[in-house]
């Protein structure tokens, strides 16, 4: 009910956040908040105290206070492609190589929405198109769970299998920082002509600030959202070979710009050498590739800020990943389970968003610092370190009832480019985002 106290909200949502003042020295200052109303994303695991924790944390790091924090806002950004339109028409988010399928023995989770990875689910399996009548559920469900995931991973498509969680390998996970902040390199300080306001807007701190993007997909785009939101010049920059899906461009693109370019090249160096901050979403192994590993951008740019994000943690620089997949391989799937046989999901895609939040805090709070410090400095997480923080937090036996709401008041309407886009509107309250540009619509320029 609308205006009730949550405890486990409360309770939960609270200590993460006082956690999370601690990493990124953010504990002066008022008291944190209650959750005086929990956000209403039902399930087993405490999906709702996450969200409002990291929501809450981007808001503290950019000096705004938390209660005016809309929970029900706080639902519909974190489910915003439920409420995305474009022209009055709501976009296929899903691919239908994309699910929990069941095998011989167990289940396995795919993730398809990239065409490149649906072509290579079908070669491995055999199988031309979905139009053949379920025959991706016949092939699977002929073969073992090893079998499968593993010639669907060799054919380079994405499978995991659905297993049960692990607590022991969580606790050790819960040991290592949920934001890894730290200086990187013994760079002196790189001083830099003031692009701010002569009046700066007190909700837009990172006014001046440049950021460059280099994320996709869902986690790292909400972090560098939301510094647009606060004010970044943000320009985000993609492969030309490797287009984004339409929807979900528009969807978390807002108050960026857009441009393509190969990252080897020098107007890419360009850019960085003039940046404030980075962000980095590839996988480890393919920035390494490409001369992005956060220690080298470091010293070759004194100053920057990098912050990084990835599936399964830089432990595993090779192995690409989803929240979807990171959720099947943790045990969120089955504790989520709707009848205790069939995996299900979480009620939003939450270890994206949270992730995408809380590291957009790490850098909201070190552009800060570094405007008092200087040096470089790192900032990174992953969706399965925030998956092992939310197993570790308090659960119920049961989700609970899915609240219904008036969602319309939660909305923006924008005009790209002669088309009329309906998106959700920003997680933290008091703010409102531009419109996204059209994907590589941009140049690649500051």
Same mark, same amino acid.
Not at 335 to 353: F, M, N, T, V
């Given at each position: 009910?609308?205006?009730?106290?949550?405890?486990?909200?409360?309770?939960?949502?609270?200590? !993460?956040?006082?956690?999370?003042?601690?990493?990124?020295?953010? %504990? &002066?200052?008022?008291?944190?908040?209650?959750?005086?109303?929990?956000?209403?994303?039902?399930?087993?695991?405490?999906?709702?105290?996450?969200?409002?924790?990291?929501?809450?944390?981007?808001?503290?790091?950019?000096?705004?206070?938390?209660?005016?924090?809309?929970?029900?806002?706080?639902?519909?950004?974190?489910?915003?492609?439920?409420?995305?339109?474009?022209?009055?028409?709501?976009?296929?988010?899903?691919?239908?190589?994309?699910?929990?399928?069941?095998?011989?023995?167990?289940?396995?989770?795919?993730?398809?929405?990239?065409?490149?990875?649906? %072509?290579?689910?079908?070669?491995?399996?055999? +199988?031309?198109?979905?139009?053949?009548?379920?025959?991706?559920?016949?092939?699977?469900?002929?073969?073992?769970?090893?079998?499968?995931?593993?010639?669907?991973?060799?054919?380079?498509?994405?499978?995991?299998?659905?297993?049960?969680?692990?607590?022991?390998?969580?606790?050790?996970?819960?040991?290592?920082?949920?934001?890894?902040?730290?200086?990187?390199?013994?760079? +002196?300080?790189?001083?830099?002509?003031?692009?701010?306001?002569?009046?700066?807007?007190?909700?837009?701190?990172?006014?001046?600030?440049?950021?460059?993007?280099?994320?996709?997909?869902?986690?790292?785009?909400?972090?560098?959202?939301?510094?647009?939101?606060?004010?970044?010049?943000?320009?985000?920059?993609?492969?030309?070979?490797?287009?984004?899906?339409?929807?979900?461009?528009?969807?978390?693109?807002?108050?960026?710009?857009?441009?393509?370019?190969?990252?080897?090249?020098?107007?890419?160096?360009?850019?960085? &050498?003039?940046?404030?901050? +980075?962000?980095?979403?590839?996988?480890?192994?393919?920035?390494?590739?490409?001369?992005?590993?956060?220690? !080298?951008?470091?010293?070759?740019?004194?100053?920057? +800020?990098?912050?990084?994000?990835?599936?399964?943690?830089?432990?595993?620089?090779?192995?690409?990943?989803?929240?979807?997949?990171?959720?099947?391989?943790?045990?969120?799937?089955?504790?989520?389970?709707?009848?205790?046989?069939?995996?299900?999901?979480?009620?939003?895609?939450?270890?994206?968003?949270?992730?995408?939040?809380?590291?957009?805090?790490?850098?909201?709070?070190?552009?800060?610092?570094?405007?008092?410090?200087?040096?470089?400095?790192?900032?990174?997480?992953?969706?399965?370190?925030?998956?092992?923080?939310?197993?570790?937090?308090?659960?119920?036996?049961?989700?609970?009832?899915?609240?219904?709401?008036?969602?319309?008041?939660?909305?923006?309407?924008?005009?790209?480019?002669?088309?009329?886009?309906?998106?959700?509107?920003?997680?933290?309250?008091?703010?409102?985002?531009?419109?996204?540009?059209?994907?590589?619509?941009?140049?690649?320029?500051?």
């Amino acid at each position: 009910m609308r205006g009730s106290t949550d405890e486990r909200a409360s309770g939960a949502g609270t200590a !993460l956040l006082d956690r999370v003042r601690v990493l990124l020295d953010l %504990s &002066a200052g008022e008291a944190v908040p209650q959750a005086r109303t929990a956000v209403p994303l039902p399930s087993r695991l405490a999906t709702a105290e996450l969200a409002w924790a990291s929501v809450a944390a981007s808001m503290l790091a950019a000096g705004l206070s938390p209660a005016t924090m809309d929970p029900y806002r706080v639902a519909v950004a974190y489910r915003s492609d439920r409420v995305l339109t474009i022209d009055g028409a709501t976009p296929p988010v899903w691919s239908p190589y994309s699910g929990f399928w069941r095998t011989r023995d167990g289940w396995i989770r795919t993730h398809g929405n990239y065409p490149h990875h649906a %072509s290579a689910l079908r070669t491995a399996l055999g +199988v031309q198109d979905e139009a053949e009548g379920g025959a991706v559920r016949t092939v699977i469900g002929e073969r073992s769970t090893v079998d499968a995931v593993a010639s669907i991973t060799r054919a380079g498509g994405l499978a995991v299998p659905v297993t049960m969680e692990e607590p022991a390998a969580d606790h050790v996970l819960r040991g290592t920082p949920l934001l890894e902040v730290r200086p990187i390199a013994t760079s +002196v300080y790189r001083s830099r002509t003031s692009r701010g306001q002569a009046e700066p807007d007190r909700r837009r701190p990172l006014a001046g600030m440049r950021v460059l993007d280099l994320t996709r997909v869902i986690a790292g785009p909400v972090c560098t959202r939301t510094l647009a939101l606060l004010g970044a010049d943000v320009l985000r920059i993609d492969p030309p070979h490797l287009p984004e899906p339409e929807w979900q461009h528009l969807d978390t693109g807002h108050g960026k710009r857009s441009a393509l370019l190969d990252a080897r090249t020098a107007r890419m160096h360009e850019l960085l &050498a003039a940046a404030d901050a +980075v962000v980095l979403g590839y996988r480890p192994a393919a920035l390494d590739r490409l001369g992005l590993h956060p220690a !080298l951008l470091a010293e070759r740019y004194p100053g920057l +800020v990098v912050a990084q994000l990835s599936a399964w943690g830089t432990e595993h620089p090779d192995r690409a990943g989803f929240d979807s997949l990171v959720q099947a391989a943790s045990g969120i799937a089955l504790i989520e389970s709707p009848d205790g046989d069939r995996p299900g999901p979480l009620p939003a895609q939450a270890l994206d968003h949270s992730a995408g939040y809380l590291l957009a805090a790490a850098v909201t709070a070190l552009l800060r610092r570094h405007s008092r410090e200087g040096r470089s400095w790192y900032a990174g997480t992953s969706l399965r370190r925030v998956a092992a923080e939310l197993l570790g937090m308090p659960r119920t036996r049961e989700p609970g009832a899915e609240e219904e709401f008036d969602v319309r008041p939660h909305l923006a309407r924008f005009e790209v480019d002669g088309r009329t886009l309906v998106t959700s509107r920003p997680a933290i309250s008091g703010l409102e985002f531009d419109a996204p540009h059209p994907w590589g619509s941009d140049q690649p320029i500051w």
